[in-house]
């Protein structure tokens, strides 16, 4: 038994699922219901669109949860989780391949929290810094030490901390990120403060899609971002979705949690981003990507 993981924002690239789609009954369904349910032709923006079409928001969640789904929708015969996970977005994704969300709903639930976010990113400018090479508590405190609004936003793993703010503080941040010996503070090429307080507009929004929404008895359990725990608690599991959105991804301390619960396979669908975290903690793990 193996926990599956999905990737989030940051891992699509152009031509994604198009060899899906060519190749397979199975896919090409499931692509063509995706259209149906966006009321637009994503297959065809995923297949020729152009690297700036993927970058926007609104475009890239719904893209990126596609390719990881769909994928997990054509091995599915030949899977028995142990647990789920998600980085960010992908764990919306976690969410439908544990069977809490249809598809449909799923796909709903991404293209609404997409269009939020794009709204909030366009209406607060934010930008984001990936700080390499220091430890997590030296770049909390670099935030703490450059005030309001730059957090911690995504700690992907072992030296590897994303920061997250107006665009004033988190280049201020990265500046002194390097003073104090980090081997790299790169500003990323985004338009947007994704898990901070400027996400707050977008918060709200999801509130109220996920409350429309039917949550079923997941049939495994979850490891969610917000406090690295897993749970099989449908409440428990809306809040934490909710709350994501200016909360911290909190993804190295999710993983050091599954590999103390003894997880030791992992099969991670449309990317190998998350197995090269998961290499940062522990390099004895069985890591495979579908």
Known sequence: ??????????????G??????????????WFDKADEVLSYNISAVM???SDEDLKQT??????VFLNSIIRYYINKADLSPSAVAGHSLGELT?????????????????????LAMQDACDSTQGTMAAILGLEDAV???????????VVAANYNCPGQLVISGSVDKVEAAAVLAKEKGAKRALVLN?????????MMSAQNTLKEAIEQTTFSTPSCPIYQNVNAKSTTDVDVIKLNLIEQLTSPVRWTQTMETMVADGHKSYIEFGAKVLSGFFRRVDRTLEMSQL
């Open 1 to 14: 038994m193996s926990v599956l993981l999905f990737p989030g924002q940051g891992s699509q690239y152009v």
């Open 16 to 29: 994604m699922g198009k060899d899906l789609y060519e190749s397979d009954d199975i896919a090409k369904k």
């Open 47 to 49: 297949f020729e669109g």
């Open 58 to 63: 609104k475009i890239t969640q719904p893209a």
């Open 94 to 114: 976690a969410l439908v391949a544990n069977g809490v969300l249809s598809f449909e709903d799923g796909l709903t639930l991404v293209q609404r929290r997409a």
């Open 139 to 149: 770049v909390e405190s670099i935030c703490h030490e450059i005030g309001d609004i």
């Open 190 to 198: 985004v338009n947007g403060a994704f898990h901070s307080p400027l």
